[in-house]
């Protein structure tokens, strides 16, 4: 397909609106249900842990952020700003809101395919040109006039549904590759259950010794380097939740555990706050770095990430754990030659969640050679 006309957003727009809530913010509790930017994920869909409510007579009173069927959510603002969703027809609340960190964007579903605009806007092209009215420091964000950005490629409707067709079933396999990762996960952790039980109850009555008596602290070895500091390479640089880059040097070179020092990961759990690495890589002060000394490096990875930190949190703002609170984490201890037991099977399981992890790659790759296909007019 040639010769593609592309024309603003703006045309297509029935309703750019955000939303908002009471002072003091959303309850954990109550009426409506008001979705904020920490309830989009990565993959254009929602998570609907730790969800905030607003009271029945403040919903009464809006009159914008009101979430209907086909609307795409967008960020407006803060460290995820551009992400966006589409409430597909699966969406499980009749009645919810946005509170004033989101947009909805309503179209002219007569002119422009719903699917069709998300995947647009979810696409490399798509976040970039929402990115253009970024405006402010990190936490910054765009206003309403971020669609001035953003041209669409026109197209027949008929057209327009095929497209998101292809790209929806790509997406489905796409996600179910990720749900078998997130299986596989599962299964460890119910190994690690029925080998050991309840690490909490130790009702096998497994000794019970601090944290500090099995492992040594290397965090005095750790060197935080800021983002513009850093020279690019080939070694992963690591912080509380993994890497978040890709460094020149190194400071570890060997079999380590990595524990999240910090950060709101501690309390929301998205990611696992405790993990392997190994090799050269280098660490920053976000996460304590342990030498597995008296115990399974593997078992403790996974005894770590089955605890419950909110207790050992240092003050009362951002989650904490200092290393003086990390030593005094007690902690069950079987025999050595369970643990092995243990760590033999994590091994296996890491194995195939590489071929796994390749495979997904594999279709995160397809997935957005489509999308360019797409809204490069090739896919119609």
Sequence with gaps: M?????????????????????RGGGTTSGDIVSLGAEHLNDAGGFDFENLKYIP???????????????????????????????????????????????????????????????????????????MRGFHGSAQGGITKSFIDNIRIPVLDLSVQRKIASILEKAESTKQKRQEAIRLTNEFLKSAFIEMFGDPIKNESHWEIPFLGDLVEFLDHQRIPVTKKDRKSGPFPYYGASGVVDWVEGYIFD?????????????????????????GKTWVNNHAHVLRCTRVNR????????????????????RPKITKTTAQNIKIILPPKEEQQKFADLVQKIEALKTKQRQSEQELNNLFNSLMQKAFRGELG
């Excluded at 079999?255 to 501690?266: K, S, V």
């Excluded at 998205?270 to 190994?278: E, L, M, N, R, S």
């Excluded at 996974?302 to 003050?315: T, V």
Aim: hydrophobic share 45%.
């Design 2 to 22: 040639k010769n593609i006309i592309y024309q603003p957003l703006a045309k297509f727009i029935t309703a750019l609106e955000a939303g908002g809530r009471p």
């Design 298 to 317: 593997y078992f403790l990875e996974m005894l770590l990430n089955m605890i419950d930190y909110s207790s050992y949190f240092a003050g009362a703002t």
């Design 254 to 278: 060997e079999p380590l555990l990595l524990l999240a020092e910090d950060g709101e990961n501690l309390r929301s759990r998205v990611k696992p706050v405790a993990f392997c690495i190994d």
């Design 56 to 130: 029945q007579d403040y919903f009464e009173g809006m009159n914008k952020g009101i979430i209907q069927k086909d609307d795409i959510l967008i960020v407006k603002d803060g460290a995820t700003t551009g992400k966006v969703a589409i409430v597909r027809e699966g969406f499980p609340y009749k009645i919810a809101a946005v509170n004033e960190h989101l947009f909805i964007l309503r179209i002219k579903k007569d002119k422009l395919e719903p699917n069709f605009l998300f995947y647009f806007l979810f696409s490399g092209i798509g976040q970039s040109l929402i």
